[in-house]
C-alpha cells in the first residue's frame, strides 16, 4: 500500500528530475564554464536514487505480496518461494520496464561520472539525447503500464507467476539482457552527440569503445542465458528455436558486433566514421523495435506478453521519432572524412574489417527479414505464414562457410597496407582440417558434403585461432579467444546436430527398455510436495552401451497458482555429453511418455559463448591497444 | 544532391515501416473470423495417419456431431501450446478432432503425438499442403469448427487458447 504510493511519486519526481535536468544542462551548454556542472551530476544522481526507490517499493510489495498492488496480484502468489517473489518483479511488463528505466537512468550517470576527459559540450548532449530516451520510458511506464496501479477491494490472493518462469535462469536473465540492450542506448545518444560536435574521431573511439564492449558482452551473456533456458525448460531439447523473440535480441548483437569492429578502425585510422555513427543508430533502434514487437504482441511466438494496442502504438511513435531525429541529425551534422571507405588497400585489416560489417549486416538482413515478414505479409495481404528455421539455415549456413574463413584470415592482416604470409602454414591447416572433418564425418556415417565444407571452415578457423594463442603469446589475445570461442560455437553446435540422439517410448513403474545395448529402467515414483507445487518425481536407472550406469530422476509438476503442470527434464551433463530425461504424463493411464536424450558437447555449446563474452572482458580491462 | 535523395528515400521507406506496423498493431494479434462463414467443407480424398490408407472427407465427417478440424505440424511452436488444450476438448463427447498434419516429416510427427498426447479421433496427411489450403488456411496452426450440417461455421487463426476453447464448448453444448 505504502510502498506503492511511494514507488509512484518516485516515479513522478524522476520524471521531473528528467526536465529539470533538461533545463540545467542547456544552461550549462551555453554557459562559459568548461566543465560540467556539478547540480548537472547530483540531477542525475537524484533522478537515479528516485527510480531506484521505486523499483525497490515494487519489489517491497512483492516480498509482502502486498495485492492492493495490480501488478503483484497479476503476477505473483503467497505460495511462491522469497526467490521467485522477488524475481517476479521484473519477470513481468511492468516491472520490466521499470528495470528499463533503471538502467537507463544508472548508465547514463555512469557515463556522467566516467567521461571526465571528455569535452563539455559532448558530454551535455549525450546526456541530453539519453533524457530524451528516459523521458519518453517515464511516459510510456506512468501513462500506459504503470506497475502501481491500485486495486480495491483488495484480493485475498495473487493469479501467481507462469511456472515456466520460476526458474533461476530466467531469473538473470532480464537484468543482463537489458544490461546489454540499455548500454547501447548510450552509444546511441553519445555517437548522435559526436556526430553534431564533429566528435567521430580517434579519441572519441577509444572512450566509447568500453561502452560497446560492456553491453557486448552483457547483450552475448543475456541471450546465452535466455537459450540454457529455453535447453532445459521448454523440454524440447533444443536450445535456439529461431523464435521471434529470440530473433529480436540476435539482431542488435549481430549489429554491436559489427561496430565493436568498426570501433577498432575508428581507433586506428580514423576512418569508417559512417559506419560507426549508423551502426550505433541501428543497435538501439533494433533493441527498441525488439522491445516494441515483444510488447505490443504484434508477433506471434512462444513468448506470450499482454497485448495491449494502447502500448505498442506509443512504443511506434516514440521509436520512429527516435529514428526519424537519429537520421535527421545524422545528414545534417555528419562530414565524411576522406580517409573513409574507399581507398583502402584491398588487402589490409580495414578492408578485412569492412568484409566482416557485410556478412554482419547479410545475416542481419536475414534474420530481420524473417522475422517482420510475416508482419508484413499480414497487413498487406492478410495472409497469415510463420517462417521456420529451415529458412534461417539455408540462408545463413552457406555464408557461414565463408564467413569462417574470412574470420581466420582477417585478424592476420596488417593495417593500411598488407600481403599473405605464411601462405604454405595457411594452406596446409587448410588441408589438415578438411582431413580432420573427413575423417570424422566417415566415421560418423554422415558423409555429407555439406556438412564437410561447413566443419572444415569451422575447423580451420579453430586452428588457426589457437595456434595464434601460442604463437603471439598475449598479444591480440581478446580478438583470438573471442574467434576461438566463435569457432568452438560453430563446432559444437554443429557436431551437437548431427550425434544427437533420441529414444521415445511409453513406459510404466518397474519396466525396463531396450534399445540396442542400452536400458531404461523405470524403478519407481514418487510424490513431493512444496509450497507451490505438487510433484511426482520418476526414479529411472539408465545402463548405457559401455556400461555405465546413471540415475536420473525427471520431475511433473503441478503448481498451484495458476494450476499449470510442467515437466522438469532432469539432465546429467559431463564434459562430452549431456543425458536428457524427461517425462510425461499420458492421459488416463498408468504409462509415462519417456524422452531419452543424448546431447553431445551441449555443455561446450555455452562454454564457447562464455568463451567469446571472455574476449570483450580481457579487451575491456587491456590496458594498451593492440597492434 | 545524392545526400538528400538518400535521405527522402529513407525517409519514405521508413514511414512505409511506421504504417505496416500500425496497421499491424490493430489487426494481428486477433485471431477471431473474418471469413467463411459457413462455406461448405471442401470434398477431397487424403491419406490416413495411422493406416496411410486413403480416405474420402465423407468418410471422415460421416458422423452426426461437430467436428473440430486442427491443422497441426510438429515444428509448428505454437502447436504445442495448444495442444494440451485440444485434449481437454477431446474429452468432450459430442465433438470429435480431426488433424491435418501440415507438411511435416512423419516420424517427427508420430513422435510429438506420442509426446503429448493424441486429441485426434483422426489424422489426415497433408505433406503437400494443399488440403490445407481447400479448407482455406493461411498457415499453422489453424482450426475449424465444422456443425452438424457439415458447413465450417467458425475459424481460428493461430493457437487456441482458453476463451476460444470456451467459446467452442458453448456453442457445441
Not at chain 1, 77 to 95: D, S, V
Request: charged share 15%; glycine share 4%.
Amino acid at each position: 500500500m505504502l510502498a506503492s504510493q511511494i514507488g509512484y511519486y518516485s516515479l513522478v519526481l524522476g520524471l521531473l528530475f528528467s526536465f529539470l535536468l533538461c533545463a540545467a544542462s542547456i544552461k550549462n551548454f551555453n554557459n562559459n564554464n568548461e566543465r560540467v556542472d556539478k547540480n548537472v551530476i547530483t540531477l542525475s544522481l537524484l533522478q537515479l536514487i528516485f527510480v531506484i526507490i521505486s523499483f525497490l517499493s515494487l519489489i517491497l510489495s512483492f516480498v509482502n505480496s502486498d495485492f492492493s498492488n495490480e501488478t503483484v496480484f497479476d503476477n505473483s502468489h503467497t505460495t511462491k518461494p522469497l526467490f521467485y517473489k522477488i524475481t517476479g518483479t521484473w519477470g513481468n511488463h511492468e516491472g520490466s520496464l521499470l528495470l528499463w528505466l533503471l538502467v537507463l537512468t544508472l548508465f547514463i550517470f555512469l557515463f556522467l561520472i566516467k567521461s571526465k576527459h571528455q569535452p563539455k559540450k559532448y558530454r551535455i548532449l549525450t546526456l541530453l539525447f539519453q533524457q530524451i530516451i528516459i523521458i519518453g520510458f517515464f511516459l510510456f511506464v506512468l501513462m500506459t503500464s504503470n506497475p502501481f496501479d491500485y486495486l480495491f477491494p483488495i484480493p485475498a490472493e495473487g493469479l501467481g507467476l507462469n511456472p515456466i518462469l520460476q526458474d533461476p535462469a530466467l531469473a538473470i536473465h532480464p537484468p543482463i539482457l537489458y544490461l546489454g540492450y540499455v548500454g547501447s542506448s548510450i552509444i546511441f545518444s553519445s555517437s548522435l552527440a559526436a556526430v553534431t560536435q564533429g566528435y567521430i574521431t580517434r579519441e572519441w573511439g577509444q572512450h566509447i569503445k568500453k561502452w560497446v564492449l560492456v553491453s557486448w558482452i552483457f547483450l552475448s551473456l543475456g541471450i546465452m542465458l535466455g537459450s540454457i533456458w529455453a535447453y532445459y525448460e521448454l523440454g524440447w531439447g533444443g536450445f535456439w528455436f529461431w523464435d521471434p523473440v529470440e530473433n529480436i535480441s540476435l539482431m542488435p548483437w549481430l549489429t554491436l558486433t559489427a561496430l565493436l569492429h568498426c570501433i577498432l578502425v575508428l581507433e586506428k585510422r580514423e576512418a569508417l566514421t559512417s559506419w560507426v555513427v549508423v551502426l550505433s543508430i541501428t543497435t538501439f533502434t533494433l533493441s527498441m523495435c525488439g522491445t516494441f514487437l515483444i510488447r505490443s504482441g504484434i508477433l506471434n511466438s512462444v513468448h506470450t506478453f499482454a497485448n495491449d494496442p494502447a502500448r505498442g502504438i506509443f512504443i511506434l511513435v516514440f521509436l520512429f521519432v527516435l529514428i526519424f531525429l537519429s537520421l535527421i541529425i545524422f545528414f545534417v551534422f555528419h562530414k565524411e572524412n576522406n580517409k573513409d571507405s574507399n581507398n583502402f588497400f584491398w588487402l589490409s585489416k580495414e578492408t578485412s574489417i569492412l568484409v566482416n560489417n557485410w556478412f554482419m549486416m547479410y545475416f542481419l538482413s536475414v534474420v530481420l527479414i524473417g522475422t517482420v515478414y510475416p508482419v508484413f505479409l499480414d497487413v498487406i495481404s492478410s495472409e497469415k505464414i510463420s517462417v521456420g528455421p529451415p529458412f534461417y539455415h539455408k540462408l545463413i549456413a552457406p555464408f557461414l562457410v565463408l564467413f569462417l574463413l574470412f574470420m581466420a584470415f582477417g585478424p592476420k592482416l596488417r593495417w593500411i597496407k598488407s600481403k599473405i604470409e605464411n601462405k604454405n602454414s595457411l594452406i596446409s591447416f587448410l588441408v589438415i582440417s578438411i582431413a580432420i572433418s573427413l575423417i570424422i564425418l566417415r566415421k560418423l556415417n554422415t558423409d555429407v558434403l555439406f556438412y564437410t565444407v561447413l566443419i572444415s571452415a569451422a575447423f580451420f578457423l579453430f586452428f588457426i585461432s589457437v595456434k595464434e594463442l601460442f604463437v603471439q603469446k598475449f598479444n591480440n589475445i581478446s580478438q583470438v579467444v573471442a574467434h576461438l570461442g566463435f569457432s568452438l560455437l560453430i563446432l559444437t553446435i554443429l557436431f551437437n546436430n548431427i550425434l544427437s540422439s533420441e529414444i521415445i517410448t511409453n513406459m510404466k513403474v518397474g519396466e525396463k527398455y531396450n534399445h540396442n545395448k542400452s536400458e531404461i529402467f523405470f524403478e519407481k515414483i514418487e510424490e513431493k510436495k512444496e509450497s507451490n507445487y505438487n510433484s511426482i518425481v520418476g526414479h529411472f536407472k539408465i545402463i548405457d552401451e559401455d556400461g555405465k550406469t546413471i540415475k536420473l530422476r525427471p520431475e511433473i509438476r503441478i503448481y498451484n497458482q495458476p494450476i499449470i503442470i510442467t515437466s522438469e527434464a532432469d539432465i546429467r551433463t559431463t564434459l562430452l555429453e549431456d543425458k536428457f530425461l524427461v517425462m510425461n504424463l499420458v492421459k488416463g493411464n498408468e504409462y509415462f511418455n519417456i524422452r531419452y536424450q543424448i546431447k553431445p558437447f551441449m555443455l561446450w555449446i555455452w562454454i564457447s559463448v562464455l568463451l567469446i563474452s571472455f574476449g570483450g572482458i580481457i579487451s575491456l580491462f587491456k590496458k594498451k591497444y593492440e597492434k | 544532391m545524392k545526400n538528400k535523395l538518400n535521405l527522402i528515400i529513407l525517409f519514405l521507406l521508413l514511414s512505409f515501416c511506421f504504417i505496416i506496423f500500425y496497421k499491424g498493431l490493430s489487426n494481428s494479434n486477433t485471431y477471431t473470423p473474418k471469413v467463411n462463414y459457413k462455406k461448405n467443407i471442401p470434398v477431397f480424398e487424403a491419406r490416413d495417419f495411422n493406416s496411410n490408407t486413403n480416405i474420402t472427407s465423407e468418410k471422415v465427417f460421416e458422423k452426426d456431431i461437430y467436428y473440430l478440424v486442427n491443422i497441426w505440424a510438429s515444428w509448428c511452436v505454437p502447436c504445442r501450446e495448444e495442444h494440451s488444450l485440444l485434449m481437454e476438448l477431446s474429452k468432450n463427447q459430442s465433438i470429435e478432432l480431426i488433424g491435418l498434419n501440415y507438411r511435416d516429416n512423419l516420424k517427427n510427427a508420430k513422435e510429438f503425438i506420442n509426446k503429448l498426447g493424441n486429441p485426434y479421433s483422426r489424422i489426415l496427411l497433408d505433406d503437400k499442403g494443399t488440403l490445407g489450403i481447400e479448407f482455406g488456411a493461411y498457415g499453422v496452426p489453424e482450426t475449424f469448427l465444422i456443425d452438424r450440417n457439415k458447413k465450417i461455421i467458425k475459424k481460428f487463426v493461430g493457437p487456441i487458447n482458453q476463451e476460444i476453447l470456451n467459446d467452442i464448448k458453448l456453442i457445441i453444448k
